[in-house]
């Protein structure tokens, strides 16, 4: 076996617990003639990362190399510096959100969001799905008004200006929302910012907005959401929960209670969950449940 293959099964032997199937794909392409380089893509290709998220991995190690003279093949990269992530605190951040989120309930309607908040849930998010601007308005409004008097956040999926205009707490956005929404009125307004991801590429793209949060996902299956990419596995969660260390971070994607303990395991603070609460036989008792599970680990 020749150095350049040695490298590459040595990354893949050491990452096993980071593997998704492999999609067929083009033949890789390739930036840089460096050995690291290119052994660390072909390896991150092989254990099923996607182009973009192998792309940015092989350039961390690269970079992990020239800064130190070593390859560890063990070591997967996790230093910010190593993939350009700039450091804190920043001018453009946004308006800052508590480290621990606790249990996030994304919810579809201001009726779960009232009853979930005075549940005692710590982090509430409306996800109201219409095409009317008037019934869009009076459901954040309603949602706004419903947290009042509790001690839940309350974020607005999607819907910005409506909710700069009803006063909620923060928005959230996913990958291709945040390239059409006015980012620099929704931080003048003061309002919190998450933004999703599903690996390292989006990771590298949420944070140069410099948001409150960041969600990570899709851990588990799920079924409520036609996700493009693969769900990530708890082993991908650990190592970007590494990487990302300096946000708040929120796990979501098919998690319940069986698969809570090994999320929080992988260094999350919070926790997003849908049918978990939704689909509850009695969901004020499973919130309780939930959020008991997420304060003892934190």
């Known amino acids: 076996m020749n150095t350049h293959e040695a490298l590459v099964q040595d990354i893949i032997a050491a990452h096993a617990s980071l593997a998704l199937p492999a999609a067929a794909t083009a033949p890789a392409v390739f930036s840089s003639d460096a050995p690291v380089y290119r052994a660390a893509k072909q390896a991150c290709l092989a254990l099923g990362f996607i ?16 800064r130190t003279g070593q ?13 350009g992530i700039r450091p804190w605190p920043r001018d453009d951040a946004f308006a800052a959100c508590p480290r ?17 908040a005075r549940a005692g849930v710590a982090t509430v998010q409306l996800r109201f799905k219409s095409d009317d601007a008037r019934a869009i308005d009076q459901e954040v409004r309603a949602a706004v008004q419903a947290v009042q008097g509790t001690d839940a956040l309350l974020f607005i999926n ?21 390239e059409e929404a006015d980012l620099q009125q929704i931080r003048s307004a003061g309002l919190r910012l ?18 409150s949060y960041i969600a990570l996902g899709a851990v588990f299956p799920t079924t409520l959401k036609r996700m493009v990419t693969a769900p990530q596995g708890t082993g991908r969660l ?8 300096d946000y708040p971070l929120v796990a979501i994607g098919g998690i319940d209670s069986s698969r809570l303990p090994e999320v929080l395991a992988s260094g999350v603070g919070s ?3 849908v049918r ?3 689909a509850a036989e009695h969901p004020e008792a499973m919130a309780a449940s939930l959020q008991a599970a997420i304060s003892a680990k934190a």
């Open 276 to 278: 978990a609460l939704v």
């Open 100 to 116: 621990q989120l606790g249990l996030y309930a994304v919810l579809p309607d201001a009726a779960w969001v009232v009853r979930m």
């Open 194 to 211: 998450g933004l999703s991801s599903h690996g390292y590429a989006e990771m590298l793209h949420a944070d140069s907005f410099s948001p």
């Open 51 to 66: 182009e973009p998220d192998a792309e940015c991995l092989a350039k961390a190690w690269q970079r992990v190399f020239e």
């Open 71 to 83: 390859f560890k093949a063990g070591a997967w990269p996790d230093q910010a510096a190593d993939f």
């Open 238 to 245: 650990g190592a970007y929960a590494s990487l990302m260390r």
């Open 271 to 273: 926790v997003a969950v």
């Open 158 to 178: 999607d819907h910005w200006q409506a909710a700069i205009a009803a006063g909620a707490y923060g928005v959230h956005l996913g990958q291709e929302d945040m």
